[in-house]
């Protein structure tokens, strides 16, 4: 896969003063700002395009990229005056491709040692328009999946609440790892849907639709989501 997006617009407000001055995907792990690792990660993985989404403190993460340099690499910044969340952000980010084939998201605030392989494997091999990084274990938000491994729904266990598209004999909780590979065919289903939207209501959409949207099963992977100082600090011992 040559395409990637990079989601990296969100306002860090859970890590408080941590973010009041540096947005989030340039906070340090290891030494080397979250972005970083990112788009090196994708790099090795043979992605030779990436767009990164900006909202919050652009500027800080468009004199960060200005000075990044990466042979045979094309780097653009879609930047968002409003904050239009994972769906409305990829629909405006793909505008930037020089040509629009299958390509990876990747959330800037996940780190994670996951194979990207797998999920280009996973999508080559089911010809599925969406194949998720998932886990099996317990998340309150989590999606669900049926028994050929199909997104049918999602719930929220905080919320109490859920949502199911399409009915099957089991139902199979799958943790989001916040890494996806995207066929360009799924865009038609982002249409029907303006500014600020989830990624996952045309997913769903696409899902009644009998449409292939796959969970792509990840076992014994670092995987961190630095959403909160807690796990900063935990993803900074671990690494």
């Not at 972005?35 to 992605?47: C, D, F, H, Q, W």
Request: glycine share 8%; charged share 20%.
């Amino acid at each position: 896969m040559k395409h990637a997006i990079v989601l990296a617009a969100g306002l860090g407000t859970r890590l408080g003063e941590i973010t009041k001055t540096t947005p989030k995907c340039l906070l340090p792990i290891a030494g080397v700002p979250m972005l970083k690792s990112v788009i090196e990660r994708l790099i090795a993985t043979g992605v030779t395009e990436i767009v990164i989404n900006t909202h919050y403190l652009a500027e800080q993460v468009e004199v960060f990229v200005s000075g990044l340099s990466y042979h045979g690499v094309k780097i653009h910044l879609s930047k968002e005056s409003q904050l239009l969340g994972t769906g409305g952000g990829i629909k405006q980010a793909v505008t930037y491709f020089s040509d629009l084939k299958d390509f990876f998201v990747y959330n800037a605030d996940i780190h994670t040692d996951l194979d990207l392989n797998l999920l280009v494997k996973s999508q080559t091999q089911n010809d599925s328009l969406v194949s998720i990084a998932c886990q099996r274990v317990y998340a309150p938000r989590h999606l669900i999946f049926d028994n050929s491994d199909l997104l049918i729904g999602w719930g929220n266990d905080d919320a109490g609440s859920m949502k199911i598209v399409r009915e099957s004999s089991e139902q199979k909780k799958g943790h989001y790892l916040c890494v996806q590979l995207i066929s360009p065919k799924i865009l038609k289903y982002f249409d029907a849907f303006q500014g600020e939207f989830s990624l996952f209501e045309p997913y769903l959409i696409a899902s009644q639709d009998q449409q292939a949207i796959r969970a792509v099963w990840y076992n014994q992977i670092l995987w961190h989501d630095i959403g909160t100082p807690q796990q900063l600090a935990a993803a900074r011992v671990q690494s």
